[in-house]
């Protein structure tokens, strides 16, 4: 009996430290702010900068400062800031020689504005970051580019970078131009040190990037790509780590990078659509929207991972993406908690963390703000595949065998474009194609998956190149292409 009683209570004793056991850890700090860092590649089109910077003006958010208006960061270019007369101030590492893959300022009356509305920008909390100078591709890789073959090293950085300094600084003596009478010489309301954000152009980085952006004191790079949920950690040059995120297409089963120039290629295979009509250009619009606001979900309700957009100073396709992302800004980022900041200050933030709270955070050890179900879920249905097939005398737009069934379940169909344009059949002869478009032209090919409403629902896009020809030569489809680093056309103003 004694000894059941023994027993008894060490049980019981036990029990608390056995529930313990089971109960939910606790959280062990607040939760954190969601931000959301709003991004521009370019600087060329004053128009869009006044703008943008008008469109801050009137979106509230959470940024502690006085006004609590949301800030854009722009990565800037000074070949735009200079006269195409005086493109000799520049050398193009490993080329010795003036080469712009985005071209240079070609009425350099525009440059005092320019200027203007860059000090604009940064005196009213803006921050303005480099993207170097001549936008080529600095891997070496790319056949079509004046850098093929020349990778660039930590040499050739420390040239561009020395560079950009040289060139945006004396903007008003290169180009010949009067000192201003604000903030001369160099006419900018900031110093270099006030610069110390990089985005690579074309995503395009090498090893010796990295010692170089150490070297030059900058505090954070965005070059890379992760996934949506990705904390930023700190990088082994010292500085940290802002990728770009790889998000869901709304309505489909792919995925591309959080920038509007994917969006583009994704949607009209890296230029406007031509005849673009007002209903796709919502349903372009729409499908962005949508897709960043589920990335915001994901985050918001979730581990509070930051949420990165891209975009440039273009308005492609009817300015779908421009007018997306204001949707998305003025929809989050008054929310409760949301900080629409520049990548400086997030920096800021994540530097006046201490290591245990910063370890606590990307870990997710914090109390989830409840899910109130006021964004949409983007699952995507089952999708047929649709592919095009060729053959030395025609091309046919098809869906995969293995889907045949389950596209008559949906009562869906396929559909054959040539450059964007609907065909009456599934199928083309080269030979119409050539009397169409010429012997050796170049053409879009694209086999469109529509619903039981003829509504396109997915696609898959093709670039034939020396149609007709030996040489004749086709791409894979261009939707791929989505989630790579975006190419030169990127700057070009629509």
């Known amino acids: 009996m004694k000894f059941w009683i023994n027993s008894l209570l060490v049980v019981l004793l036990a029990a608390p430290a056995i529930y313990a056991k089971k109960s939910r850890k606790p959280t062990s700090v607040e939760r954190p702010p969601q931000f959301v860092l709003l991004a521009f590649d370019g600087s060329k089109s004053n128009d869009f900068w006044k703008e943008s ?8 958010t959470h940024n502690e400062a006085k006004e609590n208006l949301i800030r854009f960061t ?39 504005l320019r200027v203007s509305l860059t000090n604009k920008a940064f005196l009213k909390g803006h921050e303005i970051g480099s993207h170097a100078n001549a936008h080529c591709d600095q891997t070496g890789r790319d056949k079509n580019d004046p850098m093929y073959g020349n990778t660039w090293d930590a040499n050739a950085w420390d040239s561009e970078f020395n560079q950009f300094n040289y ?50 004191k900058f505090r954070y790079d965005t070059s890379k790509s992760s996934s949506p949920t990705y904390w930023p950690q700190k990088q082994n040059w010292g500085g940290w780590n802002f990728p770009l995120a790889r998000i869901k297409i709304a309505g489909t089963n792919k ?74 800004a003025q929809f989050v980022c008054d929310k409760p908690e949301v900080r629409c900041v520049t990548y400086t200050e997030y920096a800021d933030w994540l530097d006046g963390l201490d290591q245990p709270t910063f370890d606590a955070y990307r870990a997710g050890q914090f109390d989830k703000l409840k899910d109130d179900n006021s964004i949409k879920s983007i699952a995507a249905p089952f999708l047929a595949r649709v592919r095009l097939d060729q053959s030395d005398k ?77 040489s004749e030569k086709i791409s894979d489809p261009i939707e791929n292409l989505a989630n790579e680093p975006e190419t030169v056309h990127a700057h070009a103003e629509d």
């Open 53 to 60: 910077i008008d469109f801050a003006d009137t979106v509230k």
């Open 255 to 328: 995925t591309t990078l959080s920038m509007d120039f994917n969006w583009l290629v994704y949607h009209s295979a890296g230029a406007s659509k031509p005849g673009l009509t007002d209903e796709e250009r919502l349903r372009f619009k729409q499908q962005m929207l949508d897709s960043y606001n589920f990335y915001f979900k994901e985050n918001y309700f979730g581990g509070r991972a930051p949420v990165h957009i891209g975009h440039h100073f273009s308005k492609w396709n009817g300015s779908a993406y421009w007018d997306a992302m204001k949707e998305f």
């Open 74 to 112: 722009y990565f800037v270019n000074p070949v735009y800031y200079l006269d195409k007369s005086q493109k000799g101030s520049y050398q193009t590492p490993m080329l010795n020689k003036p080469v712009s893959c985005i071209g240079w300022e070609d009425d350099k009356s525009r440059i005092p």
């Open 394 to 470: 025609a091309f046919e737009a098809v869906v995969d065998p293995k889907d045949v069934k389950m596209l008559k379940l949906t009562k869906g169909s396929v559909e054959l474009q040539v450059n964007f344009k609907p065909q009456e059949t599934t199928s083309v002869s080269k030979e119409d194609l050539i009397k169409q478009y010429g012997k050796g032209s170049t053409i879009f090919v694209r086999s469109v998956l529509l619903n039981k409403d003829r509504k396109p629902l997915d696609w898959s896009t093709y670039k034939v190149e020396g149609l007709g020809t030996v």
């Open 167 to 216: 060139i945006f600084f004396n903007i008003f003596s290169l180009n010949r131009l009067p000192e201003p009478k604000q903030y001369g010489p160099s006419g900018f309301a900031f110093k270099e040190e006030n610069i110390v954000g990089f985005r690579a152009p074309l995503l395009a980085y090498t090893d010796g990037l990295w010692p170089t952006l150490q070297k030059h």
